[in-house]
């Protein structure tokens, strides 16, 4: 296959069968939107949508010292992750500058740990190129697995109950960021209850081969709910109304846990060094005494759409950046996740614009996220 030759899922022809607006992500085919971007996103809102998201980089890591590696190589404490259970983390550079952020899902027993790192597709390969580099001296294997699994999501209110129609895994008892191996439509499937969207739903890690049956399995069980199929664009909207830092946007390696605003995923009390250790103690500690640039959601008095690289303004002054802006389908507006300087923090500072195009926009400034599920 040639380098300019994108990757294809294996729900391609399924996709384009549906009309899907394909797009170049990461070097896959991914579906864009398969009809209105605005209904798609308001489908996951209100009731389900159902995701191809084969793109995501599955990295296996296994053997008697997998924990420890992990441990090492990241910087959340993996080591005292259940099994079942799942873990937001990032790995960082020896600068502390963050290389990815990522889901760790412990698989297995005490006896035979496994466990699955999710990275974003843009760098699944820095990601694997990472941990092997860093498995150096443990005994544990790192496995590229991307080849091994197709990744379906179901998110939104209705989610569960499609779901359930399907399978007889005890969906009441998986809790938020937990999974557990199951069967789905006579599947089998790794079902994990995490996502991407700010709404309950489910991940399905299951072989290539059955993401076609799975996923018309699915559509079946979802037609009396509502459920759609939905595309990349609508996704990104959802976990920007959920406040949810996309690499490449909110981080980045110019940026360190503690310059984003997740320095609670940095487990300095865990046993023994990590790569990024000694820096990240360093960010700490200049985070504590001089705030860096805080990310605040904007959201537009007007109808014009702030985007990336845009200048945050107050007072004629350059104070901050836009790292995502779009409108938003729920509150009716154009938003935006900016870095600020903390002295325009504040929710409800006054004087704060976006500079489109050289005039000034005017912004609210409030905390993050945009848009909370009722429980």
């Known amino acids: 296959m040639s380098s300019t030759e994108p990757r294809r899922t294996a729900l391609d022809a399924l996709h384009r069968s549906l009309g899907a607006t394909m797009t170049d992500f990461a070097g896959w085919d991914m579906p864009l939107r398969y009809g209105s971007e605005r209904d798609e996103h308001n489908a996951v809102r209100t009731r389900a949508g159902l995701f191809d998201l084969s793109h995501m980089g599955e990295i296996a890591v296994t053997g008697p010292e997998a924990a420890a590696l992990l441990d090492f190589a990241l910087v959340g404490n993996i080591g005292g992750v259940k099994p079942g259970r799942a873990r937001y983390t990032m790995i960082c550079r020896e600068d502390g500058g963050i290389l990815d952020d990522l889901i760790v899902y412990r698989l297995g027993d005490a006896e035979a740990p496994e466990y699955l790192v999710v990275a974003n597709a843009s760098n699944a390969q820095v990601v694997l190129d990472a941990l092997r580099e860093r498995a150096a001296g443990f005994d544990a294997e790192v496995r590229d697995d991307r080849d091994a699994y197709a990744l379906l999501a179901v998110q939104g209110p209705e989610s569960q109950g499609i779901l359930a129609s399907l399978t007889d895994a005890d969906l009441d008892g998986l809790k938020y960021y937990a999974g557990l191996p199951g069967t789905v439509a006579g599947v089998p499937a790794l079902i994990a209850r995490t996502g991407y969207t700010g709404e309950d739903g489910f ?24 459920l759609v199929p939905c595309g990349l664009s609508c996704r990104d909207t959802l976990r920007l109304e ?134």
């Open 242 to 375: 959920a406040g949810m830092p996309l690499y490449g946007n909110e981080l980045s390696t110019s940026l360190t846990p503690f310059d984003a605003g997740f320095g609670r995923v940095v487990k300095f009390e865990k046993e023994g060094d990590f790569v990024g250790r000694a820096a990240l103690a360093e960010a700490a500690e200049r985070a504590a005494a001089q705030p860096p640039r805080v990310l605040v959601g904007l959201v537009a008095e007007g109808r014009r759409v702030p985007r990336a690289g845009y200048a945050v303004v107050a007072g004629g002054e350059v104070i901050g950046e836009v790292t995502s802006g779009a409108p938003s389908p729920t509150l009716g507006k154009p938003i935006a996740m900016a870095y600020v300087d903390p002295a325009h923090a504040a929710p409800g500072t006054e004087g704060v614009g976006v500079d489109i195009r050289g005039s000034h926009e005017p912004y609210e400034v409030v905390a993050l996220p945009f848009y909370k599920r009722q429980k």
């Open 203 to 226: 991940e399905l890690f299951v072989k290539p081969e059955h993401a076609v049956e799975l996923w018309q399995a699915l559509t079946k069980a979802g037609e009396g709910a509502g």
